[in-house]
């Protein structure tokens, strides 16, 4: 998403701080500001944003961001200008996604749509409009993901509807921006800008002079009012490029009923990516390779999820995705050659592979029952590429991280590590490697969920602690975060459940039912601490679909999350 808009006023000097605000000056007695006027609410609004970015999340943060955006609003009240309609819209979506959960997130995140489809009408900039398109298109998607989660089948028609528009969103941004690069290039920045704005009307928007200080001796300071103006590059460009495959892939992926997307819809997403090929920074080229195989991997879920029924062992089918992992592992070696603008880009391929391993080890295994009991060729090849994507996984734990890491990376690495060790230890029926390694493999399903779970910030919610630990919840960070949580509580409970009810791990059958039983009381007592964290029948549900996407579940497991799912909505 775009960076922040501010105030659109920048100090003379050129200075490190945030354009968004003249630095104070030294040795001045600088006046209470009661935000009674457009500027005061305005300039007021970016500074609670501004602090509410340095602490990132947490309370204090969030009351920031509460803080700027009744700033926003109210500089709004005061003059219905662009930048108030856009700031308040960037301000509530940060909210809304690092900070608040459903049902509120919900509310407030359709907020911050109105009023970035609000700020559209008030600027006639093609640049300022390319901008919020964009942004309330990002919106718009993880609007309807949101909803997806929360709501499910019951607003499929809205979601897809949201999808849609986002992606049409998107699309006028690319044509946009691609006129842009077009026809400024080998010009100066200033010529850019005139280019692009020749023909349209100026803004009705009022001056945006900061008001002057009033110092010791009474004098005057006076600043130049200029905007911030985020012009088109070949990187943003890639960035619009990018966010407009993802969607295009959702919507396949939420058809209804599911079918394989069209010829027509494939050659749209073929289009997006021709587009972008000749314009693609040395950078970013690895991201617009990563975006071919994405588009492969969506194309091979649908066809799997259509004809798994049909699919037979040995018929090659089991393959389908071998050429994906190859690609991939190449596309990681061309990381050293180029190194990637974006860091995060090899965190990404490294557990999309893993991912795409898994993938293959669980259709392995859902083959095998066509073929005579005991250790099979199938097991074996299960068992290769779930280690294969241990290994992945590992690697990626391991990259240096920053400031800009979310925070939920390494935990949400840590869950896919648990989820897949526990695989690995079930297969121990057929598979001796996995047999002979059954205790330390169940161990280590454990010990990275419970890294997980620590990781985000809850305390004693482990299978591993002692059993009059007192649950505790760290403030709210969004739904991908709580999402997250959630799921590796539910993780803990799946490894009590393997390792208490099937003979993987005989000796410690009865000391994971009673860590099991004392975690599900933990988990219970949520709800007098914040029912709005409390997990429920609706979390299982969205779990157990999570399992299944991959995996197919016995009906003791299944009656079993059944149970739970009644005992969580006591």
């Not at 209804?256 to 494939?266: A, G, I, L």
């Not at 057929?430 to 990275?448: D, F, G, I, P, W």
């Not at 004693?460 to 602690?465: E, K, R």
């Amino acid at each position: 998403m775009a960076p922040p808009r501010g105030s659109k006023r920048r100090p003379a000097d050129d200075d490190d701080r945030s354009p968004a605000r003249r630095p104070k000056k030294a040795g001045k007695n600088k006046r209470e500001v009661t935000y009674d006027t457009y500027d005061e609410a305005l300039d007021g609004g970016v500074e609670m944003e501004e602090k509410g970015e340095r602490y990132r999340d947490g309370d204090k943060a969030q009351r920031f961001y509460e803080k700027a955006i009744e700033l926003y609003k109210k500089a709004y009240d005061f003059q219905q200008t662009y930048d108030a309609a856009y700031n308040q819209a960037r301000a509530l979506y940060t909210l809304s996604t690092s900070f608040l959960l459903p049902p509120e997130s919900l509310s407030q995140l359709g907020g911050s749509v109105e009023l970035y489809r609000q700020a559209a009408t008030l600027t006639n900039s093609p640049l300022l409009q390319m901008d919020t398109a964009f942004n309330l298109a990002q919106a718009l998607v993880y609007l309807s993901d949101l909803l997806e989660d929360i709501e499910g089948d019951s607003k499929t028609a809205e979601v897809m509807a949201m999808r849609v528009e986002a992606a049409e969103l998107l699309d006028k941004v690319m044509e946009g921006q691609e006129e842009y690069l077009r026809v400024t290039a080998g010009r100066d920045e200033d010529e850019q800008v005139e280019q692009v704005e020749a023909g349209a009307e100026n803004d009705q928007r009022t001056s945006m002079d900061v008001e002057p200080e009033s110092g010791e001796g009474g004098e005057e300071e006076e600043e130049e009012a200029t905007f911030e103006t985020y012009l088109p590059t070949h990187s943003s460009f890639v960035d619009t490029a990018l966010a407009l495959v993802d969607v295009y892939l959702s919507i396949w992926e939420a058809i209804t009923p599911p079918r394989t997307p069209s010829e027509t819809e494939q050659m749209a997403v073929r289009a997006v990516l021709d587009r972008t090929a000749p314009l693609v920074p040395a950078g970013r080229q690895a991201e617009l390779d990563f975006a071919e195989i994405k588009v492969l991997l969506s194309m091979d879920r649908i066809v799997w999820d259509l004809f798994k029924g049909e699919a037979k062992a040995g018929s090659g089918v089991e393959k389908s995705l071998e050429g994906a992992t190859l690609a991939l592992s190449h596309l990681l070696a061309s990381l050293e050659a180029q190194e990637p603008d974006d860091p995060a880009v090899r965190a990404e391929i490294l557990t999309t592979l893993a991912d795409t391993h898994c993938t293959i080890a669980y259709r392995s295994l859902f083959l095998s029952p066509q073929l005579p009991p005991g250790p099979s060729p199938l097991a074996q090849q299960a068992w290769y590429h779930f280690s294969q994507a241990v290994s992945q996984l590992n690697t990626a734990l391991e990259l240096s991280t920053s400031a800009f890491t979310p925070k939920t990376y390494k935990p949400s690495v840590l869950l896919s590590l648990s989820r897949t060790s526990l695989a690995r230890a079930r297969l121990g029926e057929v598979n001796e490697t996995a047999k002979r390694n059954a205790v330390q493999l169940m161990e280590n399903a454990s010990t990275y969920a419970v890294r997980a779970i620590d990781g985000l910030g809850w305390q004693n919610a482990s299978l591993v602690q002692a059993s009059n630990a007192k649950l505790v919840v760290p403030w709210p960070a969004g739904w991908d975060t709580e999402t997250l949580a959630r799921e590796t509580l539910l993780q803990q409970l799946r490894v009590s459940f393997y390792g208490s009810t099937t003979d993987i791990v005989p000796g410690e059958k009865e000391g994971l039912a009673l860590a099991g039983e004392e975690l599900v009381k933990r988990i219970r007592s949520i709800h007098t601490l914040d029912a709005a964290r409390a997990l429920g029948p609706s979390d299982v549900e969205r779990w157990v679909d999570e399992i299944e996407e991959g995996e197919t579940l016995s009906e003791e497991e299944r009656h079993w999350w059944k149970e739970l799912g009644a005992r969580l909505a006591d």
